[in-house]
């Protein structure tokens, strides 16, 4: 997908809402264990409530890959129904020396057609760049994440007096077609969201911590906010599990809803 698509999307929908699909089978409704697919049953429903509030969809690849190859079916079918001119994201966290990343890439970008999928930068350039070389791809590459072990590494000082997600968000835009990159940064870092923002004025966030992790959604938008706009929040737990019982869809498209009245609002105010 474009850069252009993805920004009418959020001009269309006022809203840069990305619901993650973190489906979890012990968690879903029971009455969907009758199904043949749960999970899909699931994620359609939810699909179906919601589309036209959100301009992405996120499934993490763990919640699927730990079914086995039914669990890829899944995903696979829930890919499927995601209408087009939607944002899909393979939240996998891949990365591996040059030969494997390359399969990587080919697995979610042509075997699956996923619009993006998220990379750790860890192994550093050979790993990441097989996938910033798939055209109308993106990788969303993690940058200063929104769990507390982030503190171990990403938050460390080197010797140049800054914090190591810091040399991240430099180096990665020596790393080819920096043009269809994205960044992780966690909800929960507020104050740090400004810090990165100088760094990369350009490019957008995927924003992962409000709803379940607690991160406010109104400091992510004052300190990240660009004149594209420049986010996608995310928020799996808050929204997909808003009921387990039978209106838990209903529910989602609820708690989807007031993230998209705040989001178009925000938009209105930082959105310059
Ligand atoms: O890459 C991610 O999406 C991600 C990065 C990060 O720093 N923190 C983070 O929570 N995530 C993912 O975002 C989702 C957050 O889910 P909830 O906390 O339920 O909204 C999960 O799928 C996480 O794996």
Known sequence: MDKLTLFKQIEKKQSFLCIGLDTDLHRIPQHLLEYEDPIFEFNKQIIDATQDLAVAYKPNTAFYEALGARGWQSLARTLDYIPKEIFTIADAKRGDIGNTSSLYAQAFFDRMNFDSVTVAPYMGVDSVS?????????????????????????????????????????????????????????????????????????????????????????????????????????????????????DFANAAREEAAKLQVEMRELLQRFCK
Request: aromatic share 10%; glycine share 12%.
């Open 130 to 246: 097989p996938f910033l070389s798939f055209e109308g791809k993106w990788v969303i590459l993690l940058a200063l994440t929104s769990n507390e072990g982030s503190q171990d590494f990403q938050l460390i000082q080197s010797q140049h007096g800054k914090p190591f997600y810091q040399h991240v968000l430099e180096k990665s835009q020596e790393w080819g077609n920096t043009d269809n990159l994205m960044y992780v940064v966690g909800a929960t870092r507020g104050e740090l969201i400004a810090e990165v923002r100088k760094i990369v004025p350009d490019h957008f966030f995927l924003v992962p911590g409000v709803g379940a992790q607690g991160g406010s959604l109104e400091e992510v938008a004052k300190y990240g906010m660009n004149s594209h706009c420049g986010l996608l929040v995310n928020s799996s737990r808050g929204i997909i599990y808003a009921s387990i019982g039978e």
